[in-house]
């Protein structure tokens, strides 16, 4: 069976179901078209992308130990976010490379993700000591400085990260790193360096200032809603249900009072309307006895102007006694009537004090009701007041809430190295995927 079609062959039983790849001619082709097939068809975070670096012929010879291939799948598992898998690819990767540039920096990088920050540092001395130098007459290729440039913002990434946000974390550890670091570069390259490690720590301030700020803020927002102000309308409210129930007391009090003022006058109107009833059957009575008084006494004066009657004289005596007894009973009428005048005064001053005190009811009354409007309105202008408290006090939690999320959010970026440092992905696919071709 001829190479090309044998080596095909186990390609395609190796990967079935899963890789659809091309013939090659070239030497050795399996491991190279499958770590080509792992960038392009596995270089997503969907389900099926990430079935492809986990396949289990990847674990079989011959693509178990190639270069190529381990390269690959480290690298398209950090793409996908499984580091802990990556890591031990690119582990292995290092046992056949442990100078390699980019598998160093990609486990120095999960490492200080992961916190690991000792592991970290002994790498980046490692990854300090592969750099490339070039004599000092000479410099290097392009790519080369360019690779060196790279790693080297990267490490000063990494030590700002360690002696800021990582809080001087190992921190003797890290100085001696720098150090030896430091040694190994040019003038140029120290540069580089330490300005990518100010960058950090730059950022490191800014966020944590920011934070700290939302913090205050929350504090203040927090304390704000705290503030006792419905202590205050509370004892505002209970000055105005006593408020309210004095008044209601009060009104209760004239109501009553007026009603016995009312009553008062109502019996002594009948007790007066008794006596005027009285009195005017009184009258009724002195005249019927007046009229027959006199008719008596015209009687008696002409039976004494008669002179041929004997019983003048003693009709005379009769008539004087008589207009003695009219007298009186004139005196007597005079007397009721006067009474019947006197009561019937009282009355029209009872009559005017019913009116005056009728009016003064309605006054009252209609004072009364003002009163209780204005505690009304008082006692809704409190509820409203209350509620808009409660409202305020539920909004400064809210904000102070969000605002305290905002903080801890940033602090958690603030610590986070991925904040300081993102992977170049897409650099070393694209490296990989040349040396591939």
Known sequence: MPRSILLTHVLITLLAGFLTI???????????????????DGWAKTEAARKFPTYPSLDQPPLKDD?????????????????????????????KHPTSLDALHAEIWMR????????????AQNLGKALPQSKPDEKLPPAEAAAVEDVLIFLGHVAGFLEGPANKANDS???????????????????IFR?????????????????????????AKAAAAKQDKKAELGKQADDLAK?????????????????????????????????????????????????TQEDQIKQ????AADPKNPQAQNARISANSAQNQLNTLNAKLNYITGEIFRVEAAHRELEQQGFIGQLQGQSQGQAQMAGQKALDNKAKALAN??????????????????????AANLNAEALAFTTYDLFPFDNMRRKLLQKLK
Not at 69 to 95: H, I, S, T, Y
Not at 181 to 187: C, D, Q
Not at 201 to 218: D, I, K
Not at 261 to 287: F, I, V
């Open 22 to 40: 091309g013939v090659s001619h070239a030497a050795d082709p399996v491991p190279a078209e499958v770590a080509k097939k792992l960038l392009q």
């Open 67 to 95: 270069s190529f291939v381990l390269e690959a799948r480290w690298l398209v598992l950090m793409f996908q976010g499984r580091d802990n898998l990556a890591l031990d690819k690119v582990k292995a990767f290092l046992v």
């Open 112 to 123: 200080m993700k992961a916190d690991d920050y000792n592991t970290a540092i002994e790498l």
């Open 173 to 191: 550890q890290r100085q001696k790193f720098e150090n030896e670091l430091l040694a190994r570069l040019s003038s140029d390259q120290k540069g």
């Open 195 to 219: 300005d990518a490690k100010q960058d950090v720590l730059s950022q490191f301030n800014r966020l944590h200032e920011a934070a700290g700020g939302l913090e205050q803020g929350a504090k």
């Open 243 to 291: 408020a309210k129930a004095k008044a209601d007391a009060d009104a209760q009090k004239a109501t009553a009072e007026q009603q016995k003022k009312t009553d008062d006058l109502k019996q002594k109107g009948a007790r007066l309307l008794q006596e005027w009833q009285r009195l005017q059957n009184d009258r009724q009575l002195a005249q019927n006895l007046i009229k």
């Open 300 to 303: 008696l004066n002409q039976q």
């Open 385 to 406: 007041e209350q509620r808009r408290i409660d409202e305020d006090r539920a909004k400064q939690d809210s904000q102070a809430q969000a605002l305290a999320r905002k």
